[in-house]
């Protein structure tokens, strides 16, 4: 059945995920089904008006990890998200993991996007040497994919000085709670939180670069409390570096 919505898209992939397909056929059809959706050249005008002029359906807005990601639809079951995300021209967008696996479809303007490999080891949280391995334009209606944490690094940018909009189907997610941000000039990953935990973690790492008692049992508190993992991981990287 032909797709020119987001109802009509998300009912159709998830009648494609509860069917639990193996992951090249979810990709080739979970794939087909969001080129029709990104053809589609009306749909998602509304989202722009109503963002624009609405401050109701503005504030409603899901608090993300990257500002340009706006969440505009989420299945009931916790199967899926569809997220479109506006990229500027001149503007630069880290090199970046995810927690899941995502389609991506070009839907307003062309999109670049570059994929790296990861080729340190991984055994430092702070440290990733990331090197190319391709680099696309996709018009509206071409797709790409990334796969979960170190087999889908990737960036996106517009091109031709316009604002492009890409539409983003994405699994549930097998890590939660950060992305990463990868700097190929100093080989650092950052760990990216959304804006409700951000300042935790802020605090959480400047604890670990005060040498006094108080700190410690700070971050001791944080690693035996009943916060995200995440958040324990965070206190135990910054007591890592206390004692370091
Ligand atoms: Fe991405």
Redesign the pocket.
Known sequence: MEINNLEQFADQFSTLLKGKPEWPDLLKNGREMLSQLVSNPNWFKPVLSKLALDDAFLKSQWHSIDPNDLQIYRSPEKLFTVRAFIWEPNVFYPI?D?GAW?IVGAHINQIRERKFARVDDGSDSNFAEVVQTADATLSPGETTY?LALNEGI?Q?QAVNNNTSVTIHVYGSPVRKGFINYFNPHNNTARRMYPPSVEKKVLAIRTLGSIPESWAEDVLNSVVNSSESEFIRNEGRYSLIKLKG
Do not use: E
Request: hydrophobic content about 35%; glycine content about 16%; overall charge neutral.
């Open positions: 970046h995810h995502g990334v990737h996106m």
